[in-house]
């Protein structure tokens, strides 16, 4: 009787769970489109800028801060790889603690420097503190030495979810800003009085800038080089990127929680048993930029992972100079376990690639829900 009545119980909790899931799964909507943005005004855009402009420095001094144990791949890398082959600042990554910086969800590399390393040298502090998202918001070194730089006057550049790092610190109270679509919600009930900005890649206010999701920082880096170095630079970087336009520009309402979004990860999630790890062959002087994006899109289709190899010689030293540890030691990979080879070096060209090959392996519902993760608009805006 009780082994009876447990087995009754189990299967009634299962129904109301199923119930409970399936209306939450109807109250989605059934598709998400991109709407034609109007063009930012003249008169934003020259603000945006001005308030970008570096004060320190003739040269500006530019510092990416990152946690040992868990920083977003791209918000880390992509900043780093973009100001670096612009050659218009002193770029340093950093840690907060020695050692290497495991990066989510993939990637591993040996930054630069430690925070203390960097404030002993750096005393007058940064002109500029990029923060990306990390798997704790609230790490107390971070909130500690975010705050020291703002006090010494660095412009601090929140990418992505970075925008809940720097909300945690304190520095967006009363400022308006955005980030990432899916931390939207949590960002405004912890910090109520920031002032939400929709339609908008990136917003800058007092001191302090943010971004919408994980590719926006190519945008964003693109116009704190055109801040730095005038328009001119912009543009030339901006092609070697494989970019046409870098502008604010967004539509905030085509990135959301929708009926297909939802079935493809639970779908993917439960077919773990076709869960696939796939090479990338890590070789000295390749593009960080495109090995993040790439590397990123893999890591999210939830049916794979991407990991990295190298020989016996273990780390291998980017295009634009830093260390990235392979994730194993082995000559060769599985043809078929391979990420497809990079054909076009450029980075915009090389995610747009990368997005067409998990479609040719996956599906377009997979492409589509790995682009809405990255919040990459995909139509022309």
Not at 203 to 210: L, P, W
Not at 279 to 292: F, K, N, R
Request: charge should be negative.
């Amino acid at each position: 009787m009780i082994l009876r009545i447990v087995l009754w119980s189990a299967l009634g909790a299962v129904l109301i769970f199923a119930a409970v899931g399936a209306a939450w799964l109807l109250s989605l909507p059934l598709a998400s489109v991109a709407a034609v943005q109007p063009a930012i005004e003249a008169g934003e855009a020259e603000a945006t800028l001005a308030a970008l402009k570096a004060t320190k420095r003739k040269r500006p001094l530019i510092a990416i801060v990152g946690i040992n144990d868990g920083t977003e791949t791209t918000d880390y890398l992509m900043p780093y790889g973009i100001l670096r082959r612009a050659d218009v600042a002193d770029v340093v990554a950093l840690a907060t603690w020695p050692g290497s910086v495991k990066l989510h969800p993939a990637l591993q590399v040996e930054p630069d420097a430690t925070t203390a390393a960097f404030d002993a040298q750096h005393p007058e502090g940064a002109d500029y503190v990029i923060v990306p998202a990390m798997m704790r918001d609230d790490d107390p070194e971070v909130m500690e030495w975010l705050r020291s730089q703002s006090a010494k006057g660095a412009t601090v550049i929140g990418i992505c979810a970075g925008a809940k790092v720097v909300g945690e610190s304190g520095l967006l109270d009363g400022r308006r800003a955005t980030t990432h679509w899916y931390s939207l919600n949590e960002l405004r009930k912890k910090h109520p009085t920031i002032r939400y900005v929709a339609d908008r890649r990136y917003v800058v206010d007092q001191g302090v800038a943010t971004t919408t999701g994980i590719t926006a920082s190519m945008p964003m880096m693109l116009t704190l080089i055109e801040a730095i170095a005038g328009r001119d630079k912009a543009e030339a970087v901006a092609r070697d990127l494989g970019l046409d336009h870098w502008d604010a520009r967004h539509d905030s309402g085509a990135f959301k929680f929708t009926r297909p979004f939802a079935l493809t990860a639970i779908g993917n999630t439960l077919a773990f048993l076709n869960h696939e790890q796939l090479g990338i062959q890590l070789t000295p002087g390749m593009d960080e930029v495109s090995l993040a994006l790439v590397a990123d899109a893999w890591s999210r289709t939830y049916r794979s992972g991407a990991v990295t190899f190298a020989g016996r010689g273990g780390a291998i030293v980017s295009r634009d100079g830093i260390r990235i540890l392979p994730d194993q030691v082995a000559a060769n990979w599985p043809a078929e376990r391979l990420v497809p080879a990079m054909a076009d070096p450029r980075p915009a060209m090389a995610l747009d690639q990368a997005l067409r090959d998990i479609s040719a392996r996956y599906g377009a519902r997979t492409t589509d829900f790995v682009a809405m993760q990255l919040e990459y608009p995909r139509t022309p805006q």
